[in-house]
């Protein structure tokens, strides 16, 4: 079955502490990307990520780093997560970054304390 | 930077009623999408939308694209209980960043 996996569902977790969201898709996509829901906001990308080895900034890039080692995986740290990066994260991917239909994870809770 | 604008952001409509959902972006933007999103749900895509004129339908849905009025309709036909969700279009320009709007939130009522 074609699907994005991110891991943990569910995070709560404190102030300082380092944190990474895994994101695998099965779909041999290119485009990859990772987005914040919060209320009254909508989605706003972070990175996005064009194929291995080539990321970019989205709107909101600030706390956050990525990596794309492999094609399959798009993991999402957070180095010193603060309160304000409390949000749903979604992983996102499609063919390509220009054309494709987008595939959703099924999103990452997480709390900072 | 685009700019991505939907309206309305709540819409509440009778079983059976059209409707439609505007989505306005600032500026030249080569492709629309939209999405759906259930109550506690992930996003699960509608439409691509990716040359001016483009028109795409399934089921009581329908999606346009006007490049030239920078505008992308979705167009609600008849509307059941089922299509209550909200709904999302997003636009990207030039670059592969991705831009959403808010989100209509729509529910349809007996």
């Known amino acids: 079955e074609a699907q994005v996996t991110q891991n943990p569902r569910y995070l709560i977790t404190v102030t300082g502490k380092k944190l990474t969201v895994t994101c695998s898709q099965n779909?041999?996509?290119?485009?990859m990307s990772w987005y914040r829901q919060d209320p009254g906001l909508g989605l706003r990308q972070i990175y996005y990520?064009?194929?291995?080895?080539?990321?970019d900034k989205g709107d909101v890039p600030e706390g956050y780093k990525v990596s794309r080692k492999e094609k399959r995986n798009f993991p999402l740290i957070l180095e010193s997560p603060s309160p304000n990066q409390t949000s749903l994260y979604f992983c996102?991917?499609?063919?390509?970054?220009?054309?494709?239909?987008?595939?959703f994870g099924p999103g990452t809770r997480l709390t900072v304390l | 930077e685009l700019k991505v604008e939907q309206n309305p952001l709540f819409l509440s409509m009778q079983e059976g009623k059209n409707y439609t959902i505007y989505c306005n972006y600032s500026?030249?933007?080569?492709?629309l999408y939209w999405y759906r999103q259930d109550p506690g749900k992930s996003l699960e895509s509608l439409f691509v939308?990716?040359?001016?004129?483009a028109v795409k339908q399934e089921g009581r849905l329908m999606a346009s694209l006007d490049t030239k009025a920078r505008l992308s309709t979705l167009h609600i036909t008849a509307a059941v209980h089922d299509l209550s969700a909200t709904y999302f279009c997003?636009?990207?320009?030039?670059?592969?960043?991705?831009?959403f709007g808010k989100g209509t939130k729509l529910s349809v009522i007996p």
């Open positions: 996102a991917s499609s063919l390509s970054g220009t054309s494709g239909r987008g595939f």
């Open positions: 779909m041999n996509h290119e485009y």
């Open positions: 990520s064009m194929n291995v080895e080539v990321t």
């Open positions: 500026t030249t933007s080569d492709r």
């Open positions: 939308l990716l040359s001016n004129g």
């Open positions: 997003a636009g990207g320009a030039g670059s592969y960043q991705l831009t």
